[in-house]
């Protein structure tokens, strides 16, 4: 039996943004193991796929497949000669576990071809009005997630850093992160967004300063998934959101 080959695909943010080449992959696809945040647009091409197809959603801690479960599929139906399709929101590089993935599949001697997405820690300021880089504001940005297995992040360099920070999946740790870069040095009047629900109909976008942004994301019942955006650029929404066009 000829071995399969397994496509790590990102889905990009919404429904929106899925490259050609991702559905080309989903519409030769054997088997698709998808994650939940992919856009519901998506899910329905899915749906229409004559593949099999796998739920393997992760919300909140709250998983359908472990990690490793969904490794030993991704092999099991590679051998058994199948095209499958990994299919996972935004870029599956960006925080995705898309490299463990990878690594796997290697290390069991399986061919894998990785087709980026458009991350939503990109997408999501955009559609809200929010450059990640302008030359007028600081000349670095700094991708972070607000959930790690273990601490690891060099507080004391990030906030020194002159660098646009974004934040993945860090609604429920964002009074500590607010707190510790605050503690380590960055200005507590720095402008911050919250983008909930980015690349969908239901975009929300919050705003405030570093040291008042939790409280305001805790009245405003801010719930993920959302892009959080700490930096000068956040400014430029207000000049640029009245000439913007919306999601179409």
Known sequence: ???????????????????????????????????????????????????????????A?????SQDEINELLVKYA???????????????????????????????????????????????????IPVTHRRYDPAVVFITGRQARERLNWDALAKLNATIIILMGVSTLRQTSKKLIEHGKDPNTPVAIIERGCSNEQRVVVGKLMDIADVAEKEGVKPPAIIVIGGVVELREKLLPFMGGLE
């Not at 559905?23 to 091409?45: M, N, S, T």
């Not at 801690?61 to 497949?65: F, I, M, N």
């Not at 490299?99 to 290390?107: C, D, P, S």
Request: charged share 30%; with cysteine.
């Open 79 to 129: 051998r058994e000669g199948k095209t499958v399709v990994r299919l996972k929101a935004g870029d599956p590089f960006i925080f995705g576990r898309g490299g463990e993935e990878a690594e796997f599949l290697a290390e069991n001697g399986i061919r894998f071809v990785v087709i980026p997405g458009i991350s939503s820690a990109i997408a999501a300021p955009a559609y809200a009005g």
């Open 1 to 59: 039996m000829a071995e399969g080959i397994v496509y790590i695909v990102g889905a990009g943010c919404g429904d929106e943004l899925l490259t050609k080449k991702a559905e080309e992959a989903v519409k030769k696809a054997d088997v698709i193991i998808h994650d939940e945040l992919i856009g519901e647009q998506i899910k329905e091409l899915v749906r229409k796929s004559k593949a099999k197809v796998i739920d393997a959603g992760k919300r």
């Open 61 to 65: 801690g709250k998983h359908k497949l």
